[in-house]
């Protein structure tokens, strides 16, 4: 069973930075790919980037701004956001699936209560 934490939202202007951390408790959480979805009033949940063992992942709206990595020591994943849009707006989750990197949200197991990240025009 793992458990996931998000923290590091907030307000930012554009063109600012964020960076999010998932905080995970449970044993062997190197074993699991981490996702980062968010979701924005009135629509669905995206797939951002995920992560397996290092490099990562990503949407094209957010290739080339963001970047993800790990630290499985700290059994934590970090989202790195630059150069932030009002469309970057949204209810961002992590979520961890014991298996490889997949962008389908139905396929991760644990997910975290979500984080807000709000970027201002």
């Known amino acids: 069973q793992v458990q996931l934490v998000e923290s590091g939202g907030g307000l930012v202007q554009a063109g600012g930075s964020l960076r999010l951390s998932c905080a995970a408790s449970?044993?062997?959480?190197?074993?699991?790919?981490v996702g980062w979805f968010r979701q924005a009033p009135g629509k669905e949940r995206d797939f951002v980037a995920a992560?397996?063992?290092?490099?990562?992942y990503f949407a094209d709206s957010v290739k080339g701004r963001f970047t993800i990595s790990r630290d499985n020591a700290k059994k934590t994943v970090y989202l790195q956001m630059n150069t932030l849009k009002p469309e970057d707006t949204a209810v961002y989750y992590c979520?961890?699936?014991?298996?490889?990197?997949?962008?389908?949200?139905?396929?991760?197991?644990?997910w975290g209560q979500g984080t807000q990240v709000t970027v201002s025009s």
């Open positions: 449970g044993p062997s959480f190197s074993r699991y790919a």
């Open positions: 979520a961890a699936r014991n298996g490889g990197i997949r962008e389908i949200q139905d396929e991760y197991n644990y």
């Open positions: 992560i397996m063992w290092s490099g990562g």
